[in-house]
């Protein structure tokens, strides 16, 4: 690389649960700058959550459901000859939690409940037990991954 590496920023925790990663979530679901309203609806959706499952808390099926979601392996377009191939690679530590928060919310945003709580309240909960649109998505791509495994020697 021509340039130095890009220092990462510091997120601070949020003020409810006191969790850097409920921030990062938080950051992804915001539209137009407006943050406040982003916490709102993402305090909203784990307090549906909360009443919906009695044995664990809103943040715990929350956390739960983001593991469910979370890629281990993930296929990159390559171009080897004149053929481009689909090389199964192991997704980094970051771009994992990224990818999930990210599946997380847009597959949320598709649903047919009537607020944005209710749809991301339901997202999770359906992820949290391992069904649902962002579930799928994460078994797609394991399942695209495990087809083109034949491939894993181009990987770079």
Do not use: C
Request: charged share 35%; aromatic share 8%.
């Amino acid at each position: 690389m021509r340039r130095k590496k890009a220092k990462k920023i510091a997120i601070l925790p949020d003020p409810k649960f006191n969790d850097v990663q409920v921030t990062k979530f938080v950051n992804n679901l915001m539209l137009d700058g407006k943050k406040s309203l982003a916490f709102k609806i993402f305090y909203d959706a784990i307090a549906l959550v909360d009443s919906k499952v009695e044995e664990t808390t809103g943040l715990e099926t929350w956390k739960k459901a983001l593991e469910n979601v979370t890629p281990v392996v993930e296929v990159r377009s390559r171009r080897v000859g004149g053929a481009t191939f689909q090389i199964p690679t192991p997704v980094r530590e970051g771009r994992k939690e990224s990818l999930a928060m990210k599946w997380l919310i847009g597959y949320s945003r598709k649903r047919n409940e009537k607020t944005m709580a209710q749809k991301l309240a339901f997202e999770i909960l359906s992820a949290s037990k391992e069904e649902g649109a962002a579930y799928k998505k994460k078994e797609d791509t394991l399942r695209m991954a495990e087809a083109n495994k034949a491939f894993s020697h181009f990987r770079f």
